[in-house]
């Protein structure tokens, strides 16, 4: 799966276990500008270097698998769970990238001649 949203906070890596280490993207999503969602995805082992030039305000494009498992407490309550884990990712705009617009170069109007005919 894929999805384009803004890095909304990028989280250090955290090593859960010994053998486990994970790093978590939050992105903001805008498919209705009113509510946007903020989605929560995790990196986890070698792809949490996949984060490490990803910075706040960044627009990008994350590819990620859906997972989903159930886990049963002590009482023999059962829960689901859903987590979003990244493999890929692409920065498509930086947030500190202060590119100049692209403007037209000023008309040189000093060797316009003096006598043209225009009305005004």
Known sequence: MEIKGKVHE???????????KKRE????????????????FEAIQDRCNLLDNVKVGD????????RG?????KTGKKSYFNSMQ???INVLSGAGSNAAPAYA??????????DDDLPF
């Open 25 to 40: 993207l939050i992105v903001e999503y805008v498919e209705n500008p009113q509510y946007p969602e903020y989605l929560k």
């Open 10 to 20: 990028v989280f250090p890596t955290a090593q859960v276990t010994e053998a486990l």
């Open 86 to 88: 990244l493999w890929k």
């Open 59 to 66: 627009d990008v494009e994350v590819f990620f698998n859906l």
């Open 69 to 73: 498992r159930p886990w049963t407490d």
């Open 105 to 114: 170069a000023p008309a040189d109007i000093s060797s316009a001649p003096e």
